[in-house]
């Protein structure tokens, strides 16, 4: 890390100047490595994590106090300067051998290893947009999922670069806070701060309006406060955006008006300046001195009113006004609070009677088309994340106005209740828990959902089809006896999943999931998933607490320690993370360690059928009797399991004819491949060459026949460049043309002249 530039600091007067020029650099390299050394030569493998910033910038701050306390912050962005940022990941193999000398310096050959499977799960980004005036480029592939094991061995890289190439660019926030003046309160105004639905008791309406009229009059007799707040932001392309905040308040905070006013530049498709006026105004009641004095305070609410306009051509108007009281309950609770002190001080006991848990709000509106749609698709969103909770049922209300009014459950303040009556419905949601950061939201569902099933191992169990964790697709006749789907088997294990028919020749099947200490029984009985927790019935109301998710009529979700299980009654998924106890699995599901069609007949290997006792085997039915479990609760139904029909391997080749697949089996023991051509790629610690022309190499799967001697140009460039991982993407499509660059070397190169598989 190194940095160059200067810093100085001056005190004037009453004004403070701190001026930060400088061009900071940073290069910083994570590297493990495992080394062989031999007589002949030495070999390793390592993985390489770097980070490159460079980023020139030149600040100015200056404070200065005099009448207003103000703070100029100042980011310049020099002229004809480039900041980049860039991070990159790989692994990495390595060869070298042995100079004469051993003053002789033999810099090793490397090769960043591909992994195929990776490759997929990254997401290449390469984007270039202009931003008042810089060229702000993005560009590299990264892994849509960030884990340890992604981090440490997948080839990654990112690069964030910003150039100026214009006069320097300035970027300008101008704070200004004012003292505080005195100032007459009698300018706000409150008339209309009241609705109908604020009304708590009717016989008590006027006595509480009036109390309340009596209580403002009295306050903006006495001296107010008045404080300002101004912002600017000044940006090249004579991009600007102006706020003020004005607060007018009384001396013990009871009445407040908050003004604000927001200017900006049009930006996108506006031709006009954007504008904010918006109006805060908020009375809060006298707090009373003991609870005898609460229960005979007339009015005991808090009153809020707002009113915005905001927009460029269309403006947005919005007048909301709402009301902070006790619900009923609130009020009961209140009455038995003297009764139930259990030795409270009277202090204590006042502020937990004064408690507001009910809002009532009323919002008048008119807003534009694309407003309205962005505010219906947020509500959309409250009614989905409790979407089993929530009612709703058409009316006819008055056009532009919405009521809202929420109720907190006052004992233990856990529960809400809410009723929103819009133009055209009336929605309630009763009894929903308010939101902890560790209870699971519908959000946290969705985004966990996609991310498994994007880049996720899965295995879907149904009928006599299980389809494993390595996408491989067998038959196999399950039975009334339960056999082990998926299960942990490290030295730890966390859980187990189950699953037998619930009858004979019936396609219905019960699901038993082992967390832990915890076993969970589920099974479709009269079109509802039944679930029963340690020989329990529970109810769906319970399922939050055991973990476990309701989605629809039959349809739940058991949550794992690493993933779900999925199960309607009739198919049972079980989802982990792509990364989650690979090679750690057992079960008819497999291992999950992405050996990918393991059980094709081109293949190989058939590590996908390891037994209970961690034998592989090639005998179906082998397979699925160590993991059956019988007992005297069931029928082991030998007749099926005996029968060879009742197991099968499916693949991509078993919908071909058997004569084709002859024909290709024969064809493939003597053809001869045609030659392909691909830009060859050396490593180096610090740079990478590419072959200026094309080099012939065998097929995959094909070996070299024959051998020639080719001399071949390369061109280098650093490691580290954008261009030259731009290159190594491309060289893995199609040849690289690269006739415009220039020559750093000539190599001997050995080409096939033809290939061959047997």
């Not at 055209?424 to 939101?435: D, G, S, Y």
């Not at 006749?477 to 189950?498: G, M, N, Q, R």
């Not at 057992?586 to 069609?597: I, Y």
């Not at 397979?623 to 197991?647: M, V, W």
Request: hydrophobic share 30%.
């Amino acid at each position: 890390m190194s940095a160059e530039g200067k810093l100085s600091l001056e005190l004037d007067g009453t004004e403070l100047r701190l001026t930060v020029e400088a061009r900071p650099s940073v290069a910083a390299t994570h590297v493990y490595e495992m080394r062989m050394f031999t007589p002949l030569f030495e070999q390793g493998v390592k993985t390489v994590q770097s980070l490159h910033a460079f980023v020139p910038v030149k600040i100015n701050v200056v404070a200065e106090m005099k009448r207003n306390f103000e703070l100029v912050y100042k980011v310049i962005v020099p002229e004809n300067q480039k900041s980049v940022i860039s991070l990159t990941t790989r692994p990495v193999v390595f060869l070298r051998h042995p100079g004469f000398s051993k003053f002789e310096n033999v810099e090793a050959e490397e090769r960043t290893v591909s992994v195929p499977q990776w490759r997929q799960y990254t997401e290449e980004i390469e984007k270039v947009h202009n931003f008042l005036g810089l060229e702000v480029s993005t560009r590299g592939n990264i892994f849509r999922q960030q884990t340890v094991e992604n981090w440490l061995l997948a080839e990654q890289d990112f690069e964030v670069s910003v150039e100026n190439k214009n006069r320097p660019a300035e970027f300008v926030a101008r704070l200004t806070v004012s003292p505080l003046e005195k100032a007459e309160l009698s300018q706000i105004k409150f008339d209309k701060i009241f609705e109908k639905e604020f009304e708590l008791e009717q016989d008590n309406t006027e006595n509480r309006r009036e109390y309340f009229s009596k209580m403002v009059k009295n306050i903006q007799k006495e001296q107010g406060y008045k404080h300002t707040i101004t912002l600017k932001l000044e940006a090249p392309r004579d991009y600007n955006m102006n706020t003020e905040l004005t607060t007018v308040c009384d001396k013990q905070v009871r009445l407040c008006q908050w003004n604000m006013e927001v200017s900006r530049s049009p930006i996108f498709e506006e031709t006009k300046e954007w504008t904010l006026r918006s109006q805060l105004l908020a009375i809060r009641p006298e707090m009373p001195s003991s609870l005898r004095q609460l229960r005979e305070q007339p009015h005991r609410e808090v009153q809020l009113s707002l009113t915005s306009t905001w927009g460029s051509q269309k403006k947005n108007e919005i007048t909301i006004n709402a009301q902070l009281q006790q619900s009923k309950e609130q009020k009961m609770y209140e009455r038995n609070m003297e009764r139930q002190s259990n030795g409270l001080q009277e202090y204590e006991l006042l502020i937990k009677a004064a408690r507001l848990n009910q809002v009532n709000v009323v919002a008048e509106y008119k807003l534009t088309k694309e407003t309205e749609q962005v505010v219906s698709r947020y509500f959309d969103l409250v009614k989905a994340y409790n979407f089993w909770t929530v009612s709703s049922r058409p009316e006819d209300n008055e056009e532009n106005r919405v009521v809202l009014q929420l109720t907190v459950e006052p004992l233990t303040r856990q529960y809400v209740n809410v009723t929103v009556q819009t133009p055209e419905q009336r929605v309630e949601l009763k009894n929903t828990q308010i939101p902890r950061v560790h209870l699971p939201s519908i959000a946290q569902r969705s985004a966990k959902y996609q991310l498994t099933e994007a880049s996720g191992a899965e295995c879907k169990v149904q009928k006599n089809q299980i389809r494993t964790f390595d996408d491989v697709l067998y038959k196999t006749p399950l039975t009334t006896c339960y056999s082990l789907i998926a299960k942990d088997c490290s030295d730890e294990p966390t859980f187990a999943v189950l699953s037998k028919k619930a009858e004979k020749n019936s396609d219905e099947m019960i699901v038993k999931v082992l967390r832990g200490e915890q076993e969970i029984v589920a099974q479709l009985q009269n079109e509802e998933i039944r679930v029963k927790v340690d020989g329990k019935r529970i109810q769906s109301e319970e399922f939050a607490e055991y973990q476990i998710e309701r989605l629809g009529e039959s349809f739940i979700v058991i949550e794992l320690p690493e993933g779900e299980v999925r199960f309607d009654g009739y198919l049972i998924k079980t989802q982990l993370p792509l990364y989650s106890r690979q090679n750690q699995l057992c079960g008819l599901c497999g291992n999950n360690d992405d050996e990918v069609n393991s059980f094709c007949k081109k293949c190989n290997s058939t590590n996908e059928f390891m037994t209970a006792d961690n034998t592989e085997t090639e005998d179906m039915e082998e397979f699925h009797r160590s993991y059956l479990l019988k007992n005297e609760e069931c029928e082991a139904e030998e007749e099926r399991l005996t029968e060879k029909k009742n197991y099968r391997k499916f693949s991509e080749y078993s919908f071909e004819s058997e004569e084709p697949r002859q024909t290709k089996r024969n064809q493939k023991t003597q053809k001869k491949s045609e030659l392909v051509e691909k830009t060859q790629i050396k490593e180096f610690s610090h740079r990478i060459c590419f072959s200026m022309e094309p080099v012939v190499e065998c097929r995959r799967g094909f070996e070299a026949e024959d051998l020639k001697t080719k001399k071949v140009h390369f061109t280098c460039m650093p490691r580290h460049s954008s261009n030259a991982r731009r290159l190594m993407k491309e060289a893995r499509q199609e040849p690289l043309q690269l006739d415009d660059y220039t020559s750093s070397f000539v190599e001997a190169v050995k080409i096939p002249t033809a290939c061959v598989a047997y």
